[in-house]
């Protein structure tokens, strides 16, 4: 893709600079940290799932993604409106919301 400046604020959520602080972006760090540490916590449950063997295990290590997976959708969900509007935040919610529906769907595949 090549860059348009006529774009750019459509490329940033509809952003102009100047929109944000050095502060918001301090900010905008700080929660995708908390969120991404939790979104890798439901990644890496999930796949544990599948390399276990004993079916309890598996159980256990879908229901612990799925449940890191909910919180990591509840902290995205818990930010305020201007947090919500940046460019990234529906697309990393949208990932996190992939990751539970995957969680859920490894929970029905082992009759949970």
Known sequence: MHYNPKNDDQDRGGLRGGDMTPADDHEIDTMMAAVMKTFDQGEQRLRESYYTTKRAEQVSKARQA???????????????????????WQAFYDQVQRGLDDADRRLQDLGQ
């Open 66 to 88: 799925r449940t890191a997976y909910q919180k990591a959708l509840k902290e995205l969900q818990s930010q305020h409106r201007q947090m919500r509007r940046l460019p990234g």
